[in-house]
């Protein structure tokens, strides 16, 4: 498993939303991997490919939109003529206003990465037909613009065009997933993606996924790759990661945060998982004005 690079991403700012187009042929084949954000997947072409999450499969077709929030572990086979667009976003970022929101089923679905465990990480939410596709691809399109410009206002408008593809998204049908838990061990996983910061309690994790510890830690391992430990350290240093880059907390500050209860030892482990000590890393992203264009997790 390997951890989606930032720095692969065209124009991923503070804002935290980006646009990524794979063409026919440049997907790599069945490249299991797991991401710290959220991803839209509108299928474009699928030419059989297959998509594979949590040791599940289901092939896909024109017209498929996955959502995968953070910690799911996921690949494409079949790629040859596998053609996709995503949309990458920070949920836990977004300056949300409801509003009505919540009278669309799916809206829920893509704002909350708490909702993860409720879906089939595999399937797709919704199907859309060509006329759908055809506007969210414009929507897209223009949000893709949008984000490759300096004009004034420019975070304004695409947190507007964000939301315009979530509405138009949220009216095009109900999710076609029921709203249940398909996978108990996610229910662990979902609660750490929210309590990483806190002390890690492997009898609560067990009990609240319905399973014995030695299930759980069997099965956490084999979803994520990771112990949940492992996943917990990795999640506070991305969080570090975040406030280098958005805060003027001290070294020590933040990693009280993050849940360190020492900062040598954060400081560390951040510096053998991002390859640069933190104080090195504020610099440089403060030298590229806010981008992250450097932002390579190395697998430990």
């Known amino acids: 498993m390997e951890y989606m690079q930032e720095s692969n991403l065209p124009r991923w700012e503070n804002f935290s939303i980006g646009i990524r187009y794979i063409r026919a042929g440049k997907h790599n084949e069945l490249n299991l991997h797991d991401h710290h954000f959220s991803e839209i997947v509108l299928i474009l072409n699928s030419g059989g490919a297959v998509h594979w999450a949590e040791g599940r499969s289901h092939e896909l077709k024109r017209g498929d939109v996955l959502l995968l929030h953070p910690g799911r572990v996921h690949g494409y086979q079949n790629c040859k003529s596998l053609e996709l667009v995503n949309i990458l976003y920070k949920a836990d970022r977004l300056p949300l206003p409801l509003l009505d929101g919540a009278d669309m089923e799916l809206f829920h679905f893509f704002v909350s990465a708490r909702c993860a465990g409720e879906l089939i990480p595999e399937a797709p939410v919704l199907s859309l037909n060509d006329d759908e596709i055809d506007l969210i691809e414009k929507q897209i399109k223009e949000l893709d613009g949008e984000l490759n410009d300096d004009l004034p206002g420019r975070n304004l408008r695409v947190f507007i065009l964000f939301m315009g593809i979530l509405t138009s998204l949220g009216r ?34 067990a009990k609240i996924s319905n399973q014995s510890k030695r299930s759980f ?22 969080y570090a990661s975040d406030l280098l880059r958005s805060s003027n907390l001290t070294l020590a500050e933040i990693a009280v945060e993050c849940g360190f209860c020492d900062s040598n030892y954060m400081i560390k482990l951040f510096s053998q998982v991002f390859g640069k000590t933190p104080g090195k890393y504020r610099k440089d992203e403060r030298n590229s004005s806010g981008r992250i264009d450097d932002f390579i997790l190395k697998k430990s």
């Open 172 to 205: 095009m049908g109900k999710c076609l997933q029921k709203r249940e838990m398909v996978n108990e061990t996610s229910t662990g996983l979902s609660y750490l993606n929210m309590h990483f910061r806190e002390p890690v309690s492997i009898d609560h994790l």
């Open 217 to 238: 830690f069997r099965h956490f391992r084999e979803l994520t790759g990771m112990t949940p430990v492992e996943y917990c350290r990795r999640k506070q240093l991305e």
